[in-house]
């Protein structure tokens, strides 16, 4: 790895732990990776599954904040998604994997400061690729761009790793609304729009916070979107 791309990872990483220390993103508000697994959640991420099977919009609680989701790769359930946001398909929408080595199936290029970045993030970071493959296509952005998040809380891992393919995750609001911090703030109208709102982690407390953003472009590029 380049001099350059080393000290931006130092410097990621500290900027990430100053917004810990002034309390923006607490680390025990995080899902932990290591957290029980309620045996509740296999039924409700079982009906999750089969309802995105089928084509259907969800919401669920994400590594972030509470998130609306469909089959990443079937261009009709993302399109019902950016309906129920009322907003552009020119605006690409955020995509859950579940491991490292599944952003390689959908993004033609891996650049390898991203393995590096996976692996030193201490909240929960999206990497805004390039180019996309295997995915719908009204899913990347205009210039073929797409934005993936590996998580690593409980659920939501579980459920891409059940879904056996990558889940869209866009705050669960109408677009230019604010995003609800916790399940107790998703507006009625929204709850009666998707196909299936999961049980799971609806009574906790308003912790949840958008995830960073980073773009990584051809030559290296390196490009803080949201912090």
């Known amino acids: 790895m380049g001099e350059a791309k080393k000290v931006f990872l130092r410097k990621f990483a500290s900027m990430i732990k100053k917004q810990n220390k ?13 957290a029980p697994f309620p045996p509740a959640w296999r039924e409700d991420i079982r009906q999750a599954v089969e309802v995105m099977q ?4 969800i919401l669920y ?3 972030t904040i509470w998130g609306i989701g469909c089959d990443a790769c079937n261009a009709e ?21 579940d491991s490292e080595v599944k952003v390689e199936s959908y993004v033609c290029e891996v650049p390898d400061v991203a393995w590096d970045l996976m692996e030193c993030a201490e909240r929960p970071l999206t990497i805004i690729y390039d180019k996309a493959r295997n995915l ?17 809380e409980a659920f939501s891992r579980e459920l891409c790793f059940r879904m ?18 916790c399940y107790a703030e998703i507006a009625p109208e929204l709850l009666a ?35």
Do not use: F, H, M
């Not at 866009?170 to 911090?181: C, D, F, L, V």
């Open 164 to 181: 056996r393919r990558p889940i869209v995750s866009t705050s669960a609001n109408r677009s230019g609304e604010p995003a609800p911090r």
């Open 61 to 63: 609680p994400t590594d």
């Open 136 to 152: 719908a296509e009204n899913l990347s952005a205009e210039d073929g761009s797409v934005a993936i998040r590996l998580t690593r």
């Open 193 to 227: 729009a998707v196909d299936y709102v999961c049980l799971s982690r609806r009574d906790e407390a308003p912790t949840g916070r958008a995830s960073s953003i980073i773009k990584l472009g051809s030559a290296g590029l390196i490009k803080i979107i949201r912090e």
């Open 54 to 57: 089928r084509g259907g919009v």
């Open 22 to 34: 002034r309390g923006e993103v607490p680390e025990k508000a995080l899902p932990k990776t290591n």
């Open 77 to 97: 359930a993302v399109r019902r998604v950016y309906e129920i946001k009322q907003r552009e398909d020119a605006k690409a929408l955020i995509t859950l994997v």
